[in-house]
């Protein structure tokens, strides 16, 4: 099975990216991975440094309530595994997300942002370095964008030789989009 990992700041891009990585499970029956990584914030006192406990406590309880919410009317009489399952994680969000990349049959659907610079306001830092990181195919959403099927994929590469080692990715893909 496919899994779709997610990743959520619970801003309104990661909502929207949600809310088109849902319709894009449906079309490769997948289950989706709503994944938040926690930077955990210190504090300097009396020159020592303290980690705020507290804070990794409430956005792993932020994100636990998100996908017990999402997941009510998915659980039922007929299905007992939840559709959407949690993933909570401490560190570099890049470097964990890259990590997750990796795992074998996987998409990553993640939401734009619109402060920074010029380029970053199409796409947010954490996007671009994605871009270069990402192990996995990689779908990024801007504000307002809302999922329609796929019929065209479109496979950008600077050398042939790069295009020809990893191109099986994308294949796998829209065969399982055919299927449809």
């Given at each position: 099975?496919?899994?779709?990992?997610?990743?959520?700041d619970?801003?309104?891009?990661?909502?929207?990216?949600?809310?088109?990585?849902?319709?894009?499970?449906?079309?490769?029956?997948?289950?989706?991975?709503?994944?938040?990584?926690y930077y955990?914030t210190?504090?300097?006192?009396n020159?020592?440094?303290?980690?705020?406990?507290?804070?990794?406590?409430?956005?792993?309880?932020?994100?636990?309530?998100?996908?017990?919410?999402?997941?009510?009317?998915?659980?039922?009489?007929?299905?007992?595994?939840?559709?959407?399952?949690?993933?909570?994680?401490?560190?570099?969000?890049?470097?964990?997300?890259?990590?997750?990349?990796?795992?074998?049959?996987?998409?990553?659907?993640?939401?734009?942002?619109?402060?920074?610079?010029?380029f970053?306001?199409?796409?947010?830092?954490?996007?671009?370095?994605?871009?270069?990181?990402?192990?996995?195919?990689?779908?990024?959403?801007?504000?307002?964008?809302?999922?329609?099927?796929?019929?065209?994929?479109?496979?950008?590469?600077?050398?042939?030789?790069?295009?020809?080692?990893?191109?099986?990715?994308?294949?796998?893909?829209?065969?399982?989009?055919?299927?449809?």
């Amino acid at each position: 099975m496919t899994k779709i990992l997610v990743p959520t700041d619970f801003s309104d891009a990661s909502n929207n990216a949600y809310n088109f990585a849902n319709h894009l499970s449906k079309d490769l029956t997948g289950v989706l991975l709503l994944t938040h990584i926690y930077y955990p914030t210190s504090t300097d006192v009396n020159q020592f440094v303290v980690i705020n406990e507290e804070a990794e406590k409430i956005h792993r309880e932020k994100l636990d309530s998100l996908v017990n919410t999402l997941n009510q009317d998915w659980i039922g009489s007929f299905v007992k595994e939840p559709f959407i399952e949690g993933v909570f994680k401490v560190g570099f969000p890049r470097v964990e997300l890259t990590e997750m990349s990796k795992q074998s049959d996987t998409i990553m659907v993640m939401g734009t942002t619109g402060s920074g610079d010029n380029f970053k306001k199409v796409f947010g830092s954490l996007s671009l370095d994605m871009i270069d990181h990402c192990y996995c195919p990689l779908f990024l959403v801007p504000p307002g964008a809302a999922y329609s099927k796929i019929d065209e994929i479109v496979y950008l590469s600077e050398t042939l030789k790069t295009m020809q080692t990893i191109c099986y990715t994308p294949e796998k893909y829209v065969q399982k989009l055919d299927q449809i």
